[in-house]
């Protein structure tokens, strides 16, 4: 299994502004993911964390709006850019420890509210 | 492409009784995983379970236990001797097994309440 250390875990932000997630994992894992989840919804896929290189958006998530960085096998973050009302969601940060991994793990999670 | 349903309405069980979480799901990929997560009001997400599409037997952990139907495509939870502390949102989710692309695939989620 692995730990991850999600941060923060909570925010209330200005609309407009910018907030940073991070995600840490204490093992090298091979594949890191982000996942959005509105109130009251299902998580939806953002984009695959690749390391040394640009992420993988899925369809309506953009690199201006959601850059991501990976900078090792360890280690990710998310940012919400120009935030408005409508970003008030859960993101969560997903790791597998080896390709076919029969486990996902996810961190504990940031509750972001846009005001 | 994948999907999942999950379409009970909000569940309430009484403590120490069991319960089923149904999920339905339909894919094209000849090799896939099944997992259930459980959210607790706090936002996280705790894996619970999970059943790969070749497995022999239905899988088990602990009070969890998967009712895999591979024919009718299901794979419903079971938990027994249901405690307070299961009241949460429950979500099943599937992946492909094959190929380069591992992402998760989640339904919409079922409440469950345990009563006293």
């Known amino acids: 299994s692995a730990v991850i250390s999600q941060k923060p875990s909570r925010d209330i932000c200005q609309r407009g502004t910018s907030l940073t997630i991070q995600c840490q994992v204490d093992s090298q894992v091979t594949m890191m993911f982000w996942y959005r989840q509105q109130p009251g919804q299902s998580l939806t896929l953002i984009a695959t964390a690749n390391q040394g290189s640009e992420a993988t958006y899925e369809s309506g998530f953009v690199i201006d709006k959601f850059p991501i960085s990976r900078p090792n096998l360890t280690f990710s973050t998310l940012t919400v850019s120009n935030m408005s009302p409508e970003d008030s969601s859960i993101y969560l940060c997903?790791?597998?420890?080896?390709?076919?991994?029969?486990?996902?793990?996810f961190g504990q999670g940031t509750r972001l509210t846009v005001v | 492409a994948q999907k999942i349903t999950q379409t009970q309405p909000g569940m309430f069980v009484q403590e120490k009784e069991a319960v089923t979480l149904d999920c339905t799901y339909d894919?094209?990929?000849?090799?896939?995983?099944l997992f259930w997560y459980k959210q607790p009001s706090s936002g996280e997400m705790i894996f619970l379970i999970y059943?790969?599409?070749?497995?022999?037997q239905n899988a088990t952990e602990g009070r969890y236990s998967l009712n895999f139907q591979k024919a009718r495509k299901s794979a419903n939870l079971v938990i027994s001797a249901s405690q307070l502390g299961d009241s949460a949102m429950y979500f099943c989710?599937?992946?492909?097994?094959?190929?380069?692309?591992?992402?998760?695939?989640f339904g919409k989620g079922i409440t469950l309440s345990v009563r006293p």
């Open positions: 059943q790969g599409s070749y497995d022999q």
């Open positions: 989710a599937m992946r492909a097994t094959t190929g380069a692309n591992s992402k998760l695939t």
């Open positions: 997903s790791v597998e420890t080896r390709l076919g991994n029969t486990e996902a793990f």
């Open positions: 894919t094209s990929d000849p090799s896939y995983g």
